[in-house]
């Protein structure tokens, strides 16, 4: 179970995050993608978010076993958190965040550090261009008490199962304006189903 710290705060970065995803449904970071590809990876996962004080936008992607670090930003519908050209390497979600309050009153930019001291549950090793899966997950906040930063845990769960989020998956990039651009991706996701 990975534990981390949180932080109200990250308003024009989040923002323009969502923006930058919003134009390739994910991969922007200073890491351009081209979705046919075909050296990159489908990476999908989910985080339920039900309890946590801010709703899920966006969750980072770092490579760690490159000399610079490269970060991904995924894209997130409804919990599912997914990107449709990661390169090869070694990844795990760094970070991830949302909006929280009252809408139109009191809206915060929340951060979630996932934990990365060391690997963590949602490590990969892309060796292959292929479909990933990070797992579920869902976040358990553990208030800090007066005068301390309140913690969370992401505990990993079975339900969503991968068949079930590679499915939503699938209608999510099947509805695009242009499905073309996505042959690829969802022939892989496809045929992982197939196999479930």
Request: proline residues 6%; aromatic residues 12%; positive net charge.
């Amino acid at each position: 179970m990975s534990s981390g710290g949180f932080l109200p705060f990250r308003p024009l970065l989040s923002m323009a995050s969502v923006l930058c995803l919003g134009l390739v449904l994910g991969g922007c970071a200073g890491t351009p993608i081209d979705p046919k590809d075909e050296s990159v990876s489908l990476v999908f996962g989910y985080f339920d978010m039900a309890d946590a004080p801010s709703n899920l936008q966006w969750a980072s992607l770092k490579r760690y076993d490159a000399k610079e670090p490269v970060w991904y930003d995924m894209a997130a519908r409804d919990g599912l958190i997914y990107h449709i050209g990661i390169a090869s390497g070694s990844y795990q979600v760094e970070k991830f965040g949302g909006q929280g309050g009252i809408p139109l009153l009191t809206r915060t930019p929340y951060e979630y550090n996932f934990g990365t001291r060391g690997r963590n549950e949602t490590a990969i090793r892309i060796q292959k261009s292929g479909v990933y899966f990070l797992g579920a997950y869902k976040f358990i906040e553990r208030p800090g008490g007066l005068f301390k930063a309140d913690k969370f845990q992401m505990k990993p769960i079975k339900e969503p199962s991968e068949k079930e989020l590679l499915q939503r998956l699938i209608t999510l990039l099947e509805s695009d304006s242009d499905t073309k651009i996505y042959t690829r991706q969802i022939a892989w996701a496809k045929k992982r189903l197939a196999e479930l």
